[in-house]
């Protein structure tokens, strides 16, 4: 039982983590209709700035890696990485997809392959070929523990949801509530109408791009944080599982992007505990291809069947 | 445009029409194939006379070969019926395994390479179709990710059953079903050795001719052969009425179910018959390399056969067997030649005079696919029909759709239009027998400026 209740804490921290990725796509996509392929390689790019940034708050200010301090100027960075995942997400949308706004739908995504693969190659550049160990500025301290006196869950987790479950809901309020978020939910709806209702199209879909990629990098810090390392082909591994994810909450929905992370988190830490850790891949892409099958539009139908 | 109606149907798309024209495509071709057979044997001479220049080994070209069979395969899939498979790999890998199963001390089977050639195709035929058959309704970029997903469970697959245990849950006895440990596929080691293609006759080459990496040469021509069937194959799939039936479903599919197409048996056997020469390429590399590793079959060379296709021109025969001559080529024997020669040592010092681990350590072939995406972006941009593009291909990807017909074609379309309207002087209307009557351009607006 302890087991149990332990693997699916895992599964929901996983799975929050994977939701803020997923939202990118779904985002992208109910505006584009188009898999960004790149998008998860930008979030690789951001657990690769936080292993320099942590590197630099480290060697270069001398701040031991284990202090409060250290991991407070660590997520003041935040917002700086946020801001760097979300211009490079700005400008592929500008280089290698707005040209192709009107080609055919396959043009955009194959041109996007190409972009996820450029990405993972800067990645290479940067971090080298194998897997680059990131300061351990997190704490692990364990805080909760079960009655029998085993560990259930510590700092790290809860600095992993103070991080990601705010972001969820402030991406849940800009959308629902504010004058842009209004206007990114219109031009995904009609992109011609919305144009000729006064809505700057391109503006719009910068937009959105800025804000998947600035959640992709969030994700990012904390993957590196939490997974202490970081990895040139995190993107393809992320990748597919938020990718999944969003297909199963019904691509474009943005609740069903979160539900679907947190299932997808669920089922991979369930699978890595009770089955076996190799396994996983396997069984969630097999869920994938299940899904697409059976619910193409996803597990929460309803409200996403206007995209599907 | 009265010269596009008359162009002889079959002619294979050249530069003006006509008899003289096609007689030198045909002299073009001939000297392609003479070159093919003769280049193995003016090799060693011709990199000797003139040292200073990348010359591809036949290792290379062999992987070549292999590489235009598998995207010449994916190429009925992609280019004929508009399907973007994203996993083909796994076919490839199914090819390779079903050799290696049959034809090694690994489970003591060892059948003739000659017919275990035709079941590994069969094997990835029935694969393709287990894929296909639930999976193509799906719209296309859905099925792009399901076929990407499937590659990575064939290569997982193939990895993890190198050590496998199957039990019953505890509170049903426990008992093994499989195993313990249980070693079917080789796991990371792979399966090595796997027996080479044999021809028992005795000649200058020994007792027997032998297909293997020893013997680059004859496994060239062997290749070779597999190519000129596969090309074969699919220019007449390509003008068959199958092949016509592919070209309407990725025009329109809905029009061409209203024609009478059935769609799912007619996309189901591009898949199958895409899948097939997958296998078919499979069962040459296996048998050639002599030994397979799960990690080779992965997404990277899908990705590398999408590229070929695109590169050379989607849906063009002539453009694929290029592209993947070009690419590979490239990858193999001009990269590596730059890295040696030019870029890898100044990289080093920079590496090592900055301090800096990764500029030191720098080899050009590690970045192969840094080089593969951004031609993938600006292809996609610049030259979406490829370098040797197809006639349907060219206008599909111009955005010269339905959508032109039915709303009227806006100023980029128009423009688009007359690109169709220089591609039908050109070539002979293959892949569209009945396309519209292009229109001349009225204005001069360019597509960049209409997607502003």
Same mark, same amino acid.
């Given at each position: ?80 990485? #946020?801001? #760097? ?17 009107? /080609? ?92 000729? #209702? ?20 969030? /994700? ?80 929460? /139908? ?7 | ?129 287990? @894929? ?48 313990? $440990? ?30 293997? $990496? ?9 290749? @070779?052969?597999? @190519? ?75 990705? @590398? ?148």
């Amino acid at each position: 039982m302890e087991e149990l209740v332990k693997a699916l804490t895992i599964g929901v921290t996983n799975g929050l983590i994977i939701a803020l990725i997923a939202i990118g796509y779904t985002l992208v996509y109910g505006i584009l209709e188009l898999i960004n392929f790149a998008h998860a390689d930008v979030f690789m790019l951001g657990t690769a700035f936080t292993y320099f940034a942590t590197e630099l708050i480290v060697r270069g200010l001398g701040i031991p890696a284990s202090s409060t301090l250290a991991l407070v100027v660590t997520l003041m960075a935040l917002p700086i990485i #946020m801001l #760097m995942t979300a211009t490079i997400n700005a400008s592929i949308e500008r280089l290698a997809y707005r040209p192709l706004r009107n /080609a055919p739908r396959l043009a955009p995504l194959i041109s996007a392959i190409g972009m996820s693969f450029v990405l993972q190659n800067i990645g290479l550049l940067l971090l080298g070929p194998s897997q680059k160990a990131v300061e351990p500025v997190l704490p692990r301290t364990d805080l909760v523990f079960f009655p029998s006196g085993a560990a259930w869950f510590g700092v790290d987790e809860i600095i992993v949801l103070g991080v990601t479950v705010p972001l969820l809901l402030a991406l849940r309020w800009f959308v629902a509530n504010t004058r842009q978020g209004k206007a990114m939910r219109a031009t995904a709806q009609d992109r011609e109408a919305s144009g000729l #209702m006064g809505i700057d199209v391109n503006r719009t879909i910068s937009l959105t791009f800025l804000i998947a990629g600035g959640l992709a990098g969030a /994700a990012g810090l904390v993957v590196a944080l939490y997974y202490g390392q970081t990895f040139f082909q995190y993107g393809l591994q992320f990748g597919l599982l938020s990718f999944t994810a969003a297909v199963m909450g019904g691509i474009g929905n943005l609740t069903g992007a979160t539900l679907g992370g947190l299932f997808v988190g669920i089922v991979a830490a369930m699978s890595d505990r009770f089955i076996e850790a190799k396994w996983t891949s396997v069984i969630v892409f097999s869920l994938l291809i299940l899904v697409l099958i059976f619910r193409p539009t996803g597990l929460l /139908a309803e409200q996403a069947s206007e995209r599907a | 445009m009265t010269e596009a109606v008359r162009a002889p149907r079959r002619s294979i798309p050249n530069p003006l029409a006509g008899m003289e024209e096609r007689r030198r495509q045909t002299v073009i071709l001939a000297l392609v194939v003479i070159l093919a057979l003769v280049y193995p044997l003016i090799y060693r001479p011709l990199s000797n006379a003139i040292p200073a220049l990348p010359w591809p080994g036949t290792a290379v070209l062999v992987v070549c070969a292999t590489f235009a069979i598998l995207a010449l395969g994916l190429n009925i899939v992609m280019g004929f019926a508009g399907l973007l498979d994203l996993g083909y790999v796994a076919f490839y890998a199914i090819g390779a395994y079903t050799t290696a199963f049959l034809a090694s001390s690994h489970f003591g089977v060892h059948i003739s390479w000659w017919i275990v050639l035709w079941i590994a195709v069969a094997a990835a035929a029935i694969f393709g179709v287990m @894929l296909g058959a639930p999976t193509l309704k799906l719209r296309g970029d859905y099925l792009a990710i399901v076929t990407l997903g499937f590659g990575e469970i064939v290569r997982l697959v193939f990895r993890n059953l190198g050590d496998i245990t199957i039990a019953l849950p505890a509170f049903l006895g426990g008992a093994v079903i499989l195993g313990p $440990n249980a070693n079917l596929t080789g796991g990371n080691v792979g399966i090595n050795p796997i027996d080479p293609p044999i021809i028992p006759i005795p000649g200058p080459w020994g007792n027997q001719l032998i297909f293997s $990496n020893q013997n680059a040469i004859a496994s060239w021509y062997l290749v @070779l052969a597999l @190519l000129a069937i596969t090309f074969f194959i699919c220019r007449r799939l390509r003008d068959s009425k199958l092949g016509r039936a592919w070209m309407a479903i990725r025009e329109d599919e809905t029009a061409a179910a209203a024609m009478g197409i059935n769609t799912v048996t007619t996309k189901l056997l591009a898949f199958s018959l895409g899948a097939s020469f997958s296998g078919f390429a499979g069962a040459f590399t296996g048998a050639y390399n002599t030994a397979i590793f799960a990690e080779t079959f992965s997404y990277n060379v899908s990705i @590398l056969v999408v590229i070929i296709i695109i590169v050379g021109g989607i849906g063009s025969l002539r453009g694929v067997v290029f592209g993947a001559f070009a690419l590979l080529y490239v990858d193999r024997s001009l990269l590596p030649w730059l890295g040696d020669n030019i870029v890898n040592d100044p990289m080093h010092n920079l590496g090592v005079s900055t301090g800096q681990q990764i500029l030191a350590d720098f080899k050009l072939t590690t970045y192969n696919y840094l080089l593969f995406g951004i031609v993938l972006v600006i292809m996609m941009i610049r030259r979406p029909e490829g370098l040797f593009p197809d006639a349907g291909a060219k206008a599909e990807m111009h955005g010269v759709g339905i959508a032109a017909e039915v709303t009227g074609a806006t100023g980029d379309e128009l423009t688009a239009l007359g690109e169709l309207e220089e591609v039908s002087l050109d070539e002979a209307p293959i892949a569209e027998p009945d396309a519209p009557p292009p229109e001349p351009p009225s204005t001069t607006t360019g597509p960049e400026a209409a997607a502003r």
